[in-house]
Nanobody
């Protein structure tokens, strides 16, 4: 599975960005899809995930109510809508895909076999 993320950029605090990630080469509807973020010197941090079956979602506490993850299986796309952005949201955002994840492993980056190249999100104060 190849993942292509885009949509990053520079935005002022309080603004919005929309990050699409397009998958190719696999059966998209069977994958749990997730977004992680990373800043230099820190570990990769779980942001949001949407499961394959039923489309249930999971979020990092600090983004609840501001970020929304969704998927369009017909277009092999997962989307992260980010509103009310804060400077602490600044990071490189990566999309990831995993198969047969148990619920307890959804936040663990080691559970995901496929990763996109990342897109930079910078939020200025």
């Amino acid at each position: 599975v190849q993942l292509q993320a885009s949509g990053g950029g520079l935005v002022q605090a309080g603004g919005s960005l929309r990050l699409p990630c397009v998958a190719s080469g696999g059966t998209f509807s069977t994958y749990t899809m997730a977004w992680f973020r990373q800043v230099p010197g820190k570990e990769r941090e779980f942001v949001a995930a949407i499961r394959a079956s039923g489309g249930s979602t999971l979020y990092l506490d600090s983004v609840k109510g501001r970020f929304t993850i969704s998927r369009d299986n017909a277009k092999n796309t997962v989307l992260l809508q980010m509103n009310s952005l804060k400077p602490e949201d600044t990071a490189v955002y990566h999309c990831a895909a995993g198969l047969r994840l148990i619920l307890s492993s959804t936040r663990d980056p080691r559970a995901y076999a496929y990763w996109g190249q990342g897109t930079q999100v910078t939020v200025s104060s």
